[in-house]
């Protein structure tokens, strides 16, 4: 059933998505086309603000659609599972945990998939495939290669229980009777706390396997972060935000399983 309901969410959704992909890679061509004119000829003033307008257009139009695809999955959470299309969805022989994971895997999905086009159509406007290579260098220059891994995994994990933590503020705030946006912030405001808390308490075990004990971790003289400590506090984080995406993701199937107060 699973498979089931992740075609129909894409069936959905892909043809909106692909728009705006299309949009974006457009605006990216756009871009690299005065870029191009304003090295040819630098002294042409019309050439240079087209360039420096058309990358500011992609930029904002790259940070939209990251923003708009996290905002498009709370709106479809809430109206497809939670509002009205929550009386269908609770009366076909379709377990709770399919609903939360359908939607839950569908937007990790789109946003890997956004953000690949994002980097594509930047990319195409640099003339520049591998612009982040410098980047990335810097970023773990002094740390060492072996924390890349952890680093990624823990970035994937991160985008799992964000989107796990907003789902289940809705679950938790449509339980309620009466004001149900509004005790969905609330309850965003509680998961916000817990999961704050949480990377604090990771901190504080990472510090402790590492120094034995509380200890300042950036030294003053180079300041960068120990390698051994960045490697810990990479998987260790990752722990828990794995166990974060859990609990949240419990606490919705149970609030679905319980049927909610649907409008």
């Given at each position: 059933m699973l498979g089931k309901?992740?075609?129909h969410e894409y069936k959905?959704?892909?043809?909106m998505?692909?728009s705006v992909y299309?949009?974006?890679?457009?605006?990216g061509?756009i871009?690299?086309m005065f870029n191009e004119?304003?090295?040819?000829?630098?002294?042409?003033?019309?050439f240079?603000?087209c360039?420096?307008?058309m990358k500011?257009?992609?930029?904002?139009?790259?940070v939209?659609?990251?923003?708009?695809?996290?905002?498009m999955?709370?709106l479809r959470?809430?109206?497809?599972?939670?509002k009205d299309?929550g009386?269908l969805m609770?009366?076909?022989?379709v377990k709770?945990r399919d609903l939360?994971?359908?939607?839950?895997i569908s937007?990790?999905v789109?946003?890997?998939?956004?953000a690949?086009?994002s980097?594509?159509?930047?990319?195409?406007?640099k003339?520049?495939?591998f612009?982040a290579e410098?980047?990335?260098?810097s970023?773990?220059?002094?740390m060492?290669a072996?924390?890349?891994i952890?680093?990624?995994?823990?970035?994937?994990?991160d985008?799992?229980?964000i989107?796990?933590?907003l789902f289940?503020?809705?679950?938790?705030?449509?339980?309620?009777?009466?004001?149900?946006d509004v005790m969905?912030l609330a309850?965003?405001?509680?998961?916000y706390v817990?999961?704050q808390l949480?990377?604090?308490i990771?901190?504080?075990?990472?510090?402790?396997?590492?120094?034995g004990?509380l200890?300042?971790i950036?030294?003053?003289?180079?300041?960068?972060?120990?390698?051994?400590?960045?490697?810990?506090?990479?998987?260790i984080?990752g722990?828990?935000?794995?166990?974060?995406v859990?609990?949240?993701?419990t606490?919705?199937i149970?609030?679905l399983?319980n049927?909610?107060n649907?409008?």
């Open positions: 309901l992740l075609k959905a959704t892909y043809k998505f692909l299309i949009f974006v890679a457009i605006v061509v871009s690299l004119l304003n090295e040819k000829s630098p002294m042409n003033t019309v240079s603000v360039s420096i307008t500011g257009v992609l930029i904002i139009a790259i939209v659609m990251l923003i708009g695809t996290v905002l999955y709370i959470y809430r109206s497809n599972i939670l299309e009386y609770n009366t076909l022989p709770a939360v994971l359908s939607k839950l937007v990790i789109w946003l890997l998939v956004t690949f086009v980097y594509c159509a930047y990319s195409i406007s003339l520049d495939f612009w410098s980047m990335l260098k970023f773990f220059e002094g060492g072996k924390i890349l952890p680093f990624i995994a823990y970035l994937f994990v985008i799992i229980l989107m796990s933590q289940t503020s809705l679950s938790v705030g449509y339980t309620f009777s009466d004001n149900k969905s309850a965003y405001a509680g998961t817990i999961v949480s990377n604090i990771g901190l504080i075990i990472t510090s402790f396997i590492n120094f004990g200890k300042i950036i030294e003053s003289e180079s300041n960068e972060i120990p390698t051994d400590f960045a490697n810990s506090m990479f998987i984080m722990i828990i935000a794995v166990l974060l859990i609990l949240f993701n606490v919705s149970k609030m399983s049927k909610l649907l409008e």
